[in-house]
Nanobody, 117 residues
Framework: QVQLVESGGGLVQAGGSLRLSCAASGRAYSTYVMKWFRQAPGKEREFVAAIGGSRYSTSYADSVKGRFTISRDNAKNTVYLQMNRLQPEDTAVYYC??????????WGQGTQVTVSS
């Protein structure tokens, strides 16, 4: 069992930056692929970024590539999402997720990110 708690969301002006954190509790955290998803009002949840458990390979949605960076610190059981050059269309609830397969097994409660124009 893994529990995930996100933090770092807030209100920022367009062009600004935020860093989200996701603290994980539970065993074998380093073996999980960690992902960030987001869900904007009236839209479906969408994939944002992922990072592997051991080789730290990363992947990004095209919409955030070059602006967002996912990273992890296995010693702290924490995954981060550095978000730069934020735009109003990045406004959403951001969720952290953990899993070993294609679909996440565990989800956090989400943190709100609002980007004003």
């Amino acid at each position: 069992q893994v529990q995930l708690v996100e933090s770092g969301g807030g209100l920022v002006q367009a062009g600004g930056s935020l860093r989200l954190s996701c603290a994980a509790s539970g065993r074998a955290y380093s073996t999980y692929v960690m992902k960030w998803f987001r869900q904007a009002p009236g839209k479906e949840r969408e994939f944002v970024a992922a990072i592997g458990g051991s080789r730290y390979s990363t992947s990004y949605a095209d919409s955030v590539k070059g602006r967002f960076t996912i990273s992890r610190d296995n010693a702290k059981n924490t995954v981060y999402l550095q978000m730069n050059r934020l735009q109003p269309e990045d406004t959403a609830v951001y969720y952290c997720a953990a899993g070993r397969g294609a679909s996440p097994d565990y989800w956090g409660q989400g943190t709100q990110v609002t980007v004003s124009s």
